[in-house]
């Protein structure tokens, strides 16, 4: 069963700083997909990486695969307050998404 | 479209109660999952179903909980009788084929009193 780890779990930023979220997993994934989840809300799709190698950017947000170290990364630069949210990532194996626990973030001024 | 759409999107109901989550999936959508979310287990899959047949219940706590799907654009999730363990959101989400991107509905939030 494919297990997808974050960290960190809870993360404090500083406005106009950069930060790193983690996310490892376990065994093959197919795909990897980034998720943003605000309160009480649903959640929305980020980024899909498909391969080794894969980066993705979508204004203060890039994601990055590494199916070897089987390890993504989402790279925030330069944080701003309405990038609060959770985020979470998720791999795919047997057809199915398997999430991490999340990364609940907080941008401070 | 207007992307994945669930109801009630909120309930509250008493221990015993049979309650029913319904989804209206993406059109063209094949794959349709179940999840829920919860502070200690986070997001779980609960079942998923691809041209409306169940694939993987796996999911499933017990038989308390049960799915349907009986045509492409429309689902519901069943719990009876309900327990309060099973508060929680539960998400509704779709995908073009299982393993592609899932978009998810906005949730339905229960609580068993």
């Known amino acids: 069963e494919l297990k997808v780890e974050q960290n960190p779990l809870f993360l404090s930023m500083q406005e106009g700083k950069n930060y790193t979220i983690y996310c490892n997993y376990s065994?093959?994934?197919?795909?990897l997909y980034w998720y943003r989840q605000d309160p009480g809300k649903s959640l929305e799709s980020l980024f899909v990486?498909?391969?080794?190698?894969a980066v993705k950017q979508e204004g203060r947000l890039m994601a990055s695969l590494d199916t070897k170290a089987r390890l993504s990364t989402l790279h925030i630069t330069a944080a701003v307050h309405d990038l609060s949210a959770t985020y979470f990532c998720a791999g795919s194996n047997d057809y199915k998404l398997s999430f991490g626990a999340g990364t609940t973030v907080t941008v401070r001024a | 479209d207007a992307g994945v759409i669930q109801s009630p999107r909120h309930e509250v109901t008493e221990m015993g109660q049979e309650v029913t989550l319904r989804c209206k999936p993406i059109s063209g959508h094949n794959s349709l999952f179940w999840y829920r979310q919860t502070m200690m287990r986070g997001l779980e899959l609960l079942i998923y179903?691809?041209?409306?047949?169940?694939?993987?219940d796996s999911g499933m706590p017990e038989d308390r909980f049960s799915a349907k799907m009986p045509n492409a654009s429309f689902s519901t999730l069943k719990i009876q009788p309900s327990e309060p363990r099973d508060s929680a959101v539960y998400f509704c989400?779709?995908?073009?084929?299982?393993?592609?991107?899932?978009?998810f509905g906005q949730g339905t939030r229960l609580t068993v009193v």
């Open positions: 179903f691809n041209n409306n047949v169940p694939i993987d």
């Open positions: 989400a779709s995908s073009i084929l299982p393993d592609t991107e899932a978009f």
């Open positions: 990486l498909l391969s080794n190698g």
């Open positions: 065994t093959t994934s197919d795909r």
